[in-house]
């Protein structure tokens, strides 16, 4: 009795994220839209030091600032944008393309809020939160990264915010908005399965010195022995039996 059932138990962690994309097995499916960004520099706020990553805020009261189509029922509100990035320049992204990691990656969160009240409700159910992931590849220096980066001595330690208005985002994307998609989770605590991933396939550039500008950050707060945040990236988790799919063939 029961034994025929032992082979599928229930796994509390199955759709958990980073995940390595083997880009061979993604399935293109043409029936995924493209991205439709709509960010309003207007609603840009504030960066703050959150001890593990800096984030850049933003003004989520109102559905300002969205972003719609491509996999996604419905338009997600921006909330906030961060990045990983590793101690060195060998590693730092936290999604693997064929088992190669970039030196970094940008995180652009929103929530669901046709359903939702706020980020931490969103974050219960996983039509709750989208999360755009674009790589940072080495290159020339970025000036619109630049334009943050300039910021970065005003928070250099945990707990600091200082005012970011006027900033838009849509500058900070790629030229090809092309994409591969999964369902996974977000990748620091509470690690909590809410998020339709949405992985840009063109990277954009960061140079060495701004990376370097990164781990210049404190992990510590003022009145602590100071200590940096080398790097900040979750390991690859099992893609278990989870589909990729593409935007494009
Ligand atoms: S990530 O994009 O998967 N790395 C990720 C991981 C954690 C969060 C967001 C994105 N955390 C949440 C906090 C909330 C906060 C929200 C928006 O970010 O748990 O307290 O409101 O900033
Ligand atoms: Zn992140």
Redesign the pocket.
């Known amino acids: 009795m029961g034994l025929h059932n032992s082979h599928h138990k229930p796994c509390p962690t199955h759709l958990q994220?980073p995940i390595n994309i083997h880009t061979r097995t993604a399935k293109y499916d043409p029936s995924l839209k493209p991205l439709k960004f709509s960010y309003d520099p207007k609603t840009a706020k504030r960066i703050v030091n959150?001890g593990h990553?800096f984030?850049v805020?933003f003004e989520d009261t109102c559905d300002r600032s969205v972003l719609g189509e491509g996999p996604l029922t419905g338009y997600y509100r921006l909330?906030?944008f961060?990045f990983?990035w590793g101690s060195s320049d060998k590693d730092g992204s936290?999604h693997n393309i064929d088992g190669k990691l970039y030196p970094a990656e940008l995180?652009i969160?929103h929530?669901n809020s046709k359903k939702y009240t706020?980020?931490?409700e969103a974050?219960q159910h996983s039509d709750g939160?989208a999360?755009v992931?674009v790589f940072l590849k080495l290159g020339d220096t970025n000036p619109v990264l630049e334009s943050i980066i300039q910021n970065l001595d005003r928070v250099k330690t945990k707990g600091k915010t200082c005012p970011f208005t006027e900033f838009d985002l849509t500058d900070l994307l790629p030229k090809d908005l092309n994409y591969w998609t999964y369902m996974?989770?977000?990748?620091?605590?509470?690690y909590f399965e809410c998020?339709t991933w949405i992985i840009l396939q063109e990277a954009i550039t960061v140079s060495s010195e701004q990376l370097e500008q990164f781990r210049r950050l404190q992990c510590t707060s003022e009145n602590e022995n100071p200590s940096f945040i080398l790097e900040n990236h979750?390991p690859v988790q099992p893609l278990d039996h989870r589909v990729v799919r593409s935007s494009c063939p």
């Open positions: 994220s959150v990553c984030n805020e909330c906030q961060h990983h936290e995180h969160v929530w706020s980020f931490e974050a939160v999360v992931g996974g989770s977000l990748t620091t605590k509470p998020v979750r």
